[in-house]
């Protein structure tokens, strides 16, 4: 008796599992600030998942001066950074402060995870971050009008408050 009732309790527990993934996905589009952020897409086609737009945001070259930790932190591969961004008076989010640990924000703030490596530019030193959200797969045929539209997009975020984050909108300015 005992044994059949372990069964039905990890059996429950597997299925509150799944929900608790499924819901924490969906609770975004509840709990989410939605964010504006500019950007310049190529679009470069998957043979398994079909066409997609590959995104390039204002806020994914940050120069190394917003980077609030210690300099030889950024020296190895793909650090994890947290980006903590503002919006502007045109309504988009631009990037105020880059920490190596999760920081503090204020109710007007929108924090965001993501993975920092230094480069180097033409005149000064600059990270590049990439936020997991570079890739937008979009309806069969449709990518490339996205890309002749590449210069004037802007992309639609929801960031929930404990960090999810998803794109929940892409289209010209």
């Known amino acids: 008796m005992n044994r059949k009732r372990g069964w039905i309790i990890a059996a429950i527990l597997q299925v509150l599992f799944l929900l608790f993934i499924a819901g924490s996905y969906y609770s975004i589009d509840y709990f989410g600030k939605e964010i504006k952020i500019k950007t310049v897409p190529v679009d470069p086609r998957d043979i398994l998942y079909g066409d997609y737009v590959t995104l390039r945001f204002d806020i994914s070259t940050v120069p190394v001066s917003k980077w609030k930790g210690e300099t030889h932190l950024l020296a190895s591969r793909q650090r ?17 402060s880059v920490y190596p640990d999760k920081p503090e924000v204020k109710d007007h703030q929108v924090l965001l995870k993501g993975q920092a490596e230094r480069i180097w530019g033409d005149t000064s030193e600059q990270m590049q971050i990439n936020y997991g959200i570079e890739r937008y797969y979009v309806e069969e045929n449709t990518g490339k009008t996205l890309e002749q539209q590449a210069s004037d997009m802007v992309v639609t975020v929801r960031v929930a408050p404990w960090g999810t984050h998803k794109i929940t909108d892409i289209k010209p300015r």
């Open 80 to 96: 994890t950074a947290f980006v903590v961004l503002e919006e502007n008076k045109e309504g988009y989010y631009e990037v105020q």
